[in-house]
């Protein structure tokens, strides 16, 4: 199956800092790329839907400037927490579209906020 | 409103015991697809299983097999003979045209499965 990479898999930040989360299809491209992201104990929420050469399109509810959406090339989209605090401490998890219908994920990102 | 209703918040079973997980769907689209996926406790998403909306077959996958019933708006996933390795949190998810294919997840259900 196809292959989905996150990076950094987790990190620690201060608050006020920004993070950059890269996710990359490794074996295929992907036009539209998926951001969600996991509270303890809880589901996952779609962020927003990255698509390659364009503004990503967020779901309601989320800040688009604080969540910073880059689909640079058809194999890679950034997600940029700027000015992280406590309550952005979260599973993050991104997924690529194939053309065949199906989203593959990513191992997911695990930040936390000091 | 809730697209996939996991009504099972934590199921918990002995070795070797049978597990079912409910999934109950709503959706206006006649072309849908329905998911089960698995995450573990380091977190990343299994994908088990995809289902259009087209295909009401059951399907037996090792120890899990599915029973889609559109009369009933269900997907229930069943885990025969099940292990400690099948201790995870399951979800159903569901994607439809109307949401421009997006997953709608349900809320869970953990699963512990005991020595």
């Known amino acids: 199956g196809a292959v989905v990479s996150q990076h950094p898999s987790w990190v620690i930040c201060k608050s006020g800092t920004s993070v950059k989360i890269e996710c990359r299809s490794l074996?295929?491209?992907?036009?539209?790329m998926f951001w969600y992201r996991q509270f303890p104990k809880q589901s996952l929420m779609l962020m927003a839907t990255?698509?390659?050469?364009?503004?990503?399109?967020?779901e309601q509810g989320v800040e688009k400037d604080k969540f910073l959406i880059n689909h640079a090339s058809l194999t890679l989209s950034t997600l940029t927490v700027t000015s992280a605090h406590p309550e952005d401490s979260s599973f993050y998890i991104c997924s690529a579209y194939s053309l065949y219908n199906e989203q593959f994920f990513g191992p997911g990102t695990r930040l936390t906020v000091l | 409103a809730q697209k996939v209703t996991q009504a099972q918040t934590e199921i918990s079973v002995v070795e070797k015991e049978d597990v079912t997980l409910d999934c109950v769907y709503e959706t206006r689209d006649t072309t849908y697809y329905l998911f089960w996926y698995k995450q573990p406790p380091s977190g990343e998403l299994v994908f088990l299983i995809r289902r259009n909306s087209f295909d009401e077959q059951n399907e037996i996958s090792g120890r899990y097999s599915w029973n889609f019933q559109k009369s009933t708006s269900s997907f229930n996933f069943t885990i025969t003979a099940s292990q400690v390795v099948d201790s995870a949190v399951y979800f159903c998810a569901l994607s439809e045209p109307l949401n421009d294919y997006k997953l709608s997840f349900g809320a869970g259900t953990t699963v512990t499965v005991r020595a």
């Open positions: 074996d295929f491209q992907a036009t539209t």
């Open positions: 990255s698509n390659e050469g364009s503004k990503a399109t967020y």
